[in-house]
Nanobody, 117 residues
């Protein structure tokens, strides 16, 4: 069973940067696509960015030009570099498969990102 461990969140001021990481075990990491998702207070969990097994990336419009998703297959780790952070980026950030297979129902504990002055 896949295990997802997110880390690197914290409290930052607007316009600052932060990088969050996700260590993946129990899955053939390099052959799968992965995504970063976030859940803001009172909202649903939504996809923020994804990266395919071939390195192709996609982003939601609200983070384009500010966030960069990357992967290190040797370390089985997914990253999300977040620059020029805004208050609306405040959320719990999670990683998981993308696209999400029907059998995948588990999530990691997430890592909290809070952007506030």
């Amino acid at each position: 069973q896949v295990r997802l461990v997110e880390s690197g969140g914290g409290l930052v001021q607007p316009e600052e940067s932060l990088r969050v990481s996700c260590k993946v075990t129990g899955s053939v990491f390099k052959f799968n696509g992965w995504g970063w998702y976030r859940r803001a207070p009172g909202k649903e969990r939504d996809l923020v960015a994804s990266i395919g097994s071939n390195g192709t990336t996609n982003y939601v419009d609200s983070v384009k030009g500010r966030f960069t998703i990357s992967r290190d297959n040797a370390r089985r780790t997914l990253y999300l570099q977040m620059n020029n952070l805004k208050s609306e980026d405040t959320a719990m950030y999670y990683c998981n498969y993308y696209p999400m297979p029907a059998w995948q129902t588990s999530w990691g504990q997430g890592t909290q990102v809070t952007v506030s002055s």
